[in-house]
């Protein structure tokens, strides 16, 4: 089964409300992300590991920017940096107008909770929760601003947008992987967050699934969503408005836009 | 050897703490040992020291009176002792005590330094009393200190030892008899012990204290030891129920954590046979490990609590000793119950269906029972709040774990003060209906009731007896008082005050209730010289096992008219006319005793009870740090999307929190029943009714001191697994 593709503003609610607060919208910069000399390394001397090195990089509002390159190259690791799950041994990130190379751990995560929806290749859901329940968690600790009911009215909708009205009181451990992922995804947009990272999100998918987990993606640029997309599907890259190749830690060539 | 230091590699703190809260455990089954260490001592002693089967006081004999008693049959040596009370320089009461030493067989004296007494101006005593080469002064008389040392008899009293020839002519003679008997068995102590009193009789010869029987090489404090030792025994049972769960849970979260790489290694073709050998031999190799450290940490602290007990109660300084009994049970315990849970963990993980094993991380997916499944519809509080019960439910064992733990400590930490607060008021209700402030005991053959009542020139004083007796063999105080006795003035429960008309009596409610005695019965009173028979008419409620008869009645009885023992007194210093009186204790004096006795209680179970606590915790947070490693992925995922580490403390203070209630109650139920039954223990092996107080101050203490562990707890693994980037717990494989 697949989902059917719809734009996320289908609900009345949603056009209601601003995808993006004012601020965003008229940015001074238009790239949503600015990466500069981006480095993380482990270890120190013969023994470090180099997850990205000096790596610079723009990713512009409202793109679908997809990160391909050989195992090992670095895109989990750049992709991680960006939506603030690790932190940079050196260089400077700017997420959104924010700094956050250099932020505590609790602001980082007030931030994540309010500007990053991140989509894992392994799903990671909260075992002990339920559909429903894993995306109304996303929405509870952006702080979105909203009555208990309403966070669950919207959990809902954002589920039923991805096309799992029928589950959204199933543990994880009752659904299939490709179900689990759309959960994943729902969770991730629910917050309405300008951006989303998605790591290898249909590495474990069959392709048909992926293919969904991929469309589902792309349509929220229709609303303004910036998405960095990592896959090692060439063929779903094509796709993409843009194409980061990796190699080794740096950044081999930037393919489309203009 | 190899996988367990691979297992070690992979996650050293985890495996470090259950090996170490393992080890504590298995050492904390030592206490167990602590009665054959201490018995063992014990019996070393006797041996050295040639403790006698039958010891009497007596009024002083000659010899021919002492060969009378050597001929009694079934008597193997009988020898007379000189014991006489005197005063230091510096006001301290004490006993010269006369030996035969070149031909005693009784009471060696032990010497530590120095030699023993030549001559009659030479004693040996303890270091309290002075160096050897020094002099003390007895009574006027200067001796000079030539050794350090004791014999078991009186070992932890300062007392000095002289030739008996020195102490002969103070007392009149031999008036302390030490039997060995042919047969030591109990029973026929018990006939040799009649014949010897008859025998004494006949020659003209009286006491008033029972003879002591010691049967099969007992020593005095036994009965005290064993009772110690029996309660430290429960405790140990107890500590070695804490490790058993500790271990099964310890084991089973090792086995099933390895539920996915045993997957994939079934998916690769290992046979199930093989997989399951190996995961028995893991658990195997950390139950061994963890032996190894507790085993001699057991033997440590049996020795040091047997230590502990016996200067404190007996002041003999126990010699190293080992339980191999208890060594090997608690080893083939452990090994036998990690087999047994091992075996049990890994043919569960072999077992389960492939793609499932595969698919999970734990080996505990959520959703599996109906128990998960009801939870799962119940939408009630928070996410958070939903998110720790289902977490509990998920691992009921180790949810019921960490509350067995959690109880553990918490019956503990209550037991202690309720026996504190429980012995304190025994202690404050014994004395309560005594009004004097002091009490002058004094010499064989006493002093005459008339002439020592009213002699103390600075308070009101009042003679009176205070010797042992026997109701069918149940040992009691006998008191003999005035009527109008002015210094014991107890509530009068059922009937009324004796009068000093024919044998009339009034008892203990306590014993009266336990021994089914009422208002109007006759009870045959046994006494240190003959059986005599008195009326009880009244019980008194005085938290003491005791009879209180007129002291007219009982001079008489005890084949002494007119005499009296004690002299009590309304001065702390009386000033008493009498010079018989040998020993004046104060009020205060008996209390700060009391309060020694129960210090001793409280330092020996208060080490226990540390041990306990100590166990517990540390099996909690072995338990919370495996919990926490699984559970590493889902905390990161919180944090990935949004939480901060208070939202994680909230959570795990929200899973651990109702855990600590459940367990906090059932601890104070725990504790209160073990008080109970510990209390239960002293008071049917002394035949007292020492009542339960309940600490109940002391119960916020530990709700707090729960609670704030429990947080500590909890923001300590926090800032653990937030101190990783989430981007690597992330990645990272299960
Ligand atoms: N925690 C870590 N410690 C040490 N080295 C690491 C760590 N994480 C990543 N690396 C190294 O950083 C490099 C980049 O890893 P990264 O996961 O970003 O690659 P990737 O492009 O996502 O690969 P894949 O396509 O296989 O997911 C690799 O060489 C990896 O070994
Ligand atoms: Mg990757």
Redesign the interface.
Known sequence: MSPTVRDPHDGGMHTTTPVLDPAHVVPANPALVQARDLTRVWGKGHAAQIGVAEVSLDVRRGELLAVIGPSGSGKSTLGSLIAGIDVPTSGSLVVDGTRIDQMKPDRLADWRGAHVGIVFQQFHLLPTLTAVENVELALELARVDAGRRERRRRAIEALEWVGLAAHVKKLPAQMSGGEQQRVGIARAMVTRPPMIVADEPTGALDQRNGHAVFELLAGLTSVGTTVVFITHDLHLAESADRVVSMIDGRIESVRGGA | MRSMLRQFRRAPGRILASVFALALAIGAIGVLAVPTVSESTLHDAVGQDGLADIIVDTTPLDADQLAAVGDVSGVAVAEGQAIAAVELADGFLTRLIGLDLDHQTMDLVQLEAGRLPASEDEVVTTAALGAIGSHVVADGVSYEIVGHGSTLWWSGDDVLFAPFDTVAPMTGGANHLVVTAIDDGSASLHTLSDDIRAELGETGATYTTFPQLLPDGSTPIDDDIEQVSTLIGMLGIFAGMVALVLLAGTTNTLITERTREVAVMRALGGRSRQLRRRLRRIALGITAVALLVGLPLGVFISNYVARMVLTEFVGVTPSFAIDWVVVAASAIGALLAARLVAARAARRVTKLSLPEALR?RDGA????RWT??LL??L?TG??IG??AV??NA?RPARTLAVTTQIAAAVAAAFLIPTLVSSVNDFNTATLAPWTWESVAIARDPGLPIEASDDHDRLGTSEAGIWVDGAIDDEEIWVYGLRTDSTFFSSDVREGRWYADTGREAMISNGFAERRDVAVGDTIPLELANGTVEYEIVGTVDDSNVAVYVDRADLAADLGAPGMANVVWSSSESPWLDVDAAVRVDTAADLAAEDEAGRDAVVLIFGAIGAIVVGVSALAVLSTMTVNLFERR??L????????????LRGLLARELLPVGAVGLVAGLGLGALGARAIIGSFESADAIDIGVTDAVVAIPFIVAGTAAALLLLAAAVVRTT?KR????T??GAA
Do not use: Y
Not at chain 2, 636 to 647: E, T, V
Not at chain 2, 725 to 728: D, G, H, K, Q
């Open positions: 999970d997916p959520f959703g599996g998960h499944r799962a519809k939408p928070g996410l939903r998110i289902r977490s998920r992925h889902e990161a995922a919180l944090q990935a999307i949004g939480a901060r580490r208070r939202r937030s980037s989430i981007a690597v992330l990645r």
